[in-house]
């Protein structure tokens, strides 16, 4: 071997992917015509492929990983771009680019704004948001390549999900809208709501050469005026548990907290418009019903003694009866007694 021919290939190229950025999928080797023509070998990483690009397309692929040794092993293409560069004497015309063959994990993904439609079991507006993550891989470099790549030097993970989130979210939004889940069985149903929108959103990826191989949904919340709402409807059924405990109707409960607030606020003189006439306070009305409720004072007014709450009364007489100490006539003559004083 003479001296040149040794120094031309100790000079020759190894064409390689070292320092692979977590955050790239393409990645252009070298702008160098020079050093793709003289290069010696081809090494593949495991989880890397490779293209070789003449004029912006695509010529040839190769997704195995390996050790190519380009001057002895039959490598057909190498010897085409090999003539094409010598002929043309151009390094812009051909390119050699590495992208990742490896699931890409944990991309996240969110609405927007809030997904509005009415829920389907109260009959309120809803205002939700859901949010989580979703995972990919290549399946098409070469029509990637062409569509989005270009004469790019890389391409980037951050790139790709901001392409794929602005096409995601409208389609996304569209079906949460469409599957209308009541407020109290979203978070029970998102395994389910996220396997329809994986299939829902497969189509948009194999479109740009991707394939999606994951999609969850992480978490949901409503927006201000649905928490209000939901409050509201939490309050209330507990208020109605409160008065099946008590062996009353919802209804009846809601009169004696009506008389209850009313005592809360009330003042010792004024008439609280009950029916009971002009004048008399709500403390007098308590004490002509309730009996040893409230006690005169010297002067004549009223003074509360022991107030009982006619809800906690009924509330007891209803533990009475469950433990079988009164008799169910006991517990209704008991229960009209109180009821009927308002």
């Given amino acids: 071997m003479g001296l040149i021919d040794g120094l031309t290939r100790q000079l020759r190229s190894v064409i390689e992917w070292q320092d692979t950025d977590p955050d790239q999928l393409f990645y252009k080797w070298s702008d160098n015509g020079d050093e793709i023509k003289n290069a010696s070998q081809l090494i593949i990483g495991p989880g890397q ?16 990983s390996g050790i190519i040794n380009l001057e002895t092993d039959n490598v057909p293409f190498w010897t085409t771009i090999k003539k094409v560069m010598n002929f043309f004497e151009s390094e812009h015309k051909v ?19 809030v997904v509005k439609y009415e829920d389907p079991k109260y009959h309120f507006p809803v205002g939700l948001r859901a949010f989580g993550n979703y995972s990919f891989r290549i399946r098409k470099p070469g029509h990637f390549f062409i569509n989005f790549v270009g004469s790019n030097s890389e391409f ?49 990826f194999t479109k740009l050469g991707f394939m999606l191989t994951d999609l969850r949904i992480e978490g949901t919340n409503f927006d201000e005026e649905t928490m209000d709402r939901i409050n509201r409807i939490a ?13 009353m109707d919802y ?18 003189g004024a008439g609280v418009g009950m029916g009971i006439g002009a004048g008399m306070g709500f403390g007098q009305m308590m004490a002509n019903e309730m009996g040893d409720s409230l006690v ?34 006991d517990y209704d003559q008991k229960k009209n007694e109180i009821m009927s004083r308002f």
């Fill in 95 to 113: 390119g050699i680019y590495y992208f990742k063959t490896t699931r890409v994990l944990d991309q996240k993904w969110g609405t927007n704004a």
């Fill in 156 to 204: 980037t993970v951050s790139q790709f999900r901001e392409v794929m989130n602005a096409r995601m979210v409208q389609p996304l939004t569209d079906h949460l809208a469409q599957a209308q889940f009541t407020y109290v069985d979203i978070d029970a149903n998102r395994d389910a709501l996220a396997d329809s929108l994986l299939e829902k959103l497969k189509p948009s």
């Fill in 251 to 268: 209804a009846s409960l809601q009169k004696l907290e009506a008389m209850r607030e009313a005592a809360r606020n009330e003042g010792g």
């Fill in 235 to 247: 309050n209330i059924t507990a208020e109605q548990h409160a008065a099946a405990a008590a062996g």
């Fill in 296 to 329: 005169p004072k010297q002067n004549g007014a009223a003074e509360p003694v022991s107030s009982e709450d006619p809800v906690a009364k009924l509330s007891q007489l209803k533990q009475m009866l469950d433990a079988d100490l009164i008799t169910q006539d």
């Fill in 49 to 64: 492929g490779c293209i070789f690009v003449y004029e912006g397309v695509p010529k040839a692929m190769i997704v195995k």
